[in-house]
């Protein structure tokens, strides 16, 4: 591990730790060119934005990159060749969008095409109410359609910023509606980020019933979409579970939030008064418990906190997992694991399976423990050190 931890770097397990929706976006729009072969496609388009800086980040990547995509091939090579720049400036190629010309003439990659990551980045940090957030789907369709491979670190940003204005809907939307987004789960960073919020806003509810079982779905979608849908697959998600040495729908770190909301509808269940209908259901529920733990516990080796089950390797370069050795952000991860690892030993272990809850207790205490040097490290008021309290500590 010499020479890839930071010179202050607090050590966590075996690994080192630095101190660091409104209306929908896309509408259906006739295009009908002016040019030769015409014809008609659908659109993206964007609503009302709230401030002038997503107003034009969003016209910019719109004009420059998503809609030379709709003209004909020979047409969007030649608004690219700088041969024909002349002949463009006085003619330029002219489609209509609802009865509105927009014409085309000579666009230079180098000079006129802006940075995408960053506009991107900018027209996101610039969202602030649903309006706004309604047009990241149509954003991010028209990057797909333009073939412009979003950077590793900007899908996580676009599920944290998303969620924490309370639209994890349109995230789960995204991902699903795959094929037109882009949106893929193909980052061991995006999957945690999504998992971490699906059990964040169950929690929020107070895990009510209603909203862990929709919870507990969502999480088991996302396993799902990671099993048996290709499109979240590359090549980096490859490299990545070679190094942490589980696939993803596999994974220990992933397979926890189900378990953690399997573990507080069983719990819902093991007391009280119930008629026969929700002895059924309470039996099922523990049933279920049962059987995420026993999964979980043949794939996390004893003794292991978060970090140690992966290889060394894993941590060294920034588009790996190396997120994850941050304080806070190792917190946020650590919280629903640490609750969800302590809530099933309780309640299987009322069960009378008492091996099973203590196998959950070795993997909890390992976590634990890791979290709490963690938990020393963070500087107090950061998100990381308030989830893990609220979570953890019970603190309101």
């Known amino acids: 591990m010499a020479g890839r931890a930071p010179q202050h770097a607090l050590r966590v397990g075996c690994r080192a730790v630095p ?165 893929t789960l193909e980052r061991h960073e995006t999957v945690n980020e999504v998992l971490h919020w699906i059990q964040r806003f169950a929690w929020k509810k107070d895990y009510s019933e209603p909203e862990t079982r929709k919870a507990l779905k969502e999480v088991q979608a996302i396993l799902d979409a990671l099993e048996g849908d290709e499109r979240h697959t590359s090549k980096d998600r490859k490299r990545q579970e070679g190094l942490t040495r589980f696939p993803y729908h596999r994974d220990p770190q992933f397979l926890v939030a189900r378990l953690n909301l399997a573990a507080e509808l069983a719990a819902r269940r093991v007391t009280g008064q119930q008629n026969a209908e929700q002895q059924l259901t309470s039996a099922n529920d523990v049933k279920t418990l049962v059987k995420y733990a026993e999964q979980l516990v043949k794939l996390w080796p004893a003794d292991k906190a978060l970090l140690d089950m992966y290889k060394d390797e894993a941590y060294v370069a920034r588009v790996d997992v190396r997120y994850i050795i941050k304080p806070q952000v190792h917190l946020r991860y650590a919280s629903f694991a640490l609750q969800g690892l302590k809530k099933a030993a309780e309640v299987v272990g009322q069960t009378g399976n008492g091996q099973l809850a203590a196998q959950l207790i070795n993997r909890a205490a390992a976590v634990e423990a890791e979290a709490q040097l963690a938990y020393a490290k963070v500087d107090d008021g950061m998100a990381g050190q308030k989830i893990y309290e609220m979570v953890v500590g019970g603190k309101k």
Request: with cysteine; glycine share 4%; aromatic share 6%.
């Open 19 to 183: 101190e660091a929706l409104s209306k929908p976006a896309q509408q259906s729009r006739c295009l009908s060119s002016t040019v030769p072969r015409q014809a008609t496609y659908p659109v993206v388009s964007f609503n009302k934005t709230s401030s002038p800086e997503l107003k034009e980040a969003l016209e910019t990547l719109r004009e420059k990159v998503i809609l030379p995509t709709y003209l004909p091939p020979e047409l969007r090579q030649k608004i690219f060749n700088k041969k024909y720049e002349k002949e463009l400036a006085h003619d330029p190629v002219t489609i209509q969008i609802d009865g509105q010309p927009q014409r085309f003439t000579y666009i230079n990659m180098l000079t006129d095409m802006p940075n995408t990551p960053k506009k991107i980045r900018v027209a996101l940090m610039n969202m602030k109410n649903g309006g706004d957030f309604a047009n990241l789907s149509g954003l991010l369709e028209g990057m797909e359609r333009a073939n412009r491979k979003l950077p590793y670190w900007l899908s996580a940003q676009i599920v944290r910023k998303a969620c924490k204005a309370g639209h994890l809907q349109l995230i789960l939307h995204m991902v699903r509606d795959v094929k037109r987004t882009g949106f």
